[in-house]
């Protein structure tokens, strides 16, 4: 979950600080800009009302949704419209953002309510930590080779969240009224919640 987290922010993340990259490697005009930045900055809500009505809890969902993020990945590499360009950026962050609400879920009903803030504060920072070395690598390759051979690190992370959401969702995760059983815990007088031990997968 940790890691899914991570890597879902990695990807938005390079898309907001980069996405420009790839219109300025095509001559965009300046008048471009705009709307490609506020077609980026529509997915937070289109996300969360995307996120309502995918189940990624299902293979069958997270399946078609991961080859429609991968793809959206690879245009960056090849496509040199910039209309194309600007398209596979907001279904790329889009299907993030609406994964990524999704892992959250997860990983909130994994752990107890005491801890959560923490462990969201924690997740936060750990993906700071990862966009920082990742940045670096990306503006050097991008500087080297251009932008079109940087977007592959993006398509390497887009395998890999498919990889991990397909592993979570043929786990078998149970839903949020069920996640948790109770058991006696010495010492307690009584039985808590235990803490689901895949939060950590």
Known sequence: MIALAVLTSLVMTTIFE???????ALGAAAAFYGPHWAGLMSTFGLGGMLAGRLHFDRWTTVAPVSAVFVSASLVLTTSR?????TLAQIVLVLLMMAASIHITRLMHDAVPSAIRAGVASGVGAVSWMVFLPFAVGFG????????????????VVAVVVSVLMLRVALGGRRPAHAAAELEPVAGCGGAVR????EAVA
């Open 18 to 24: 980069f996405g420009p990259l790839w219109l300025l």
């Open 81 to 85: 419209s910039i209309i194309v360009v």
């Open 140 to 155: 050097f390759v991008s500087q080297e080779y251009g932008v079109e051979a940087a977007g592959w690190m993006v398509v």
């Open 194 to 197: 235990a803490p689901v031990a």
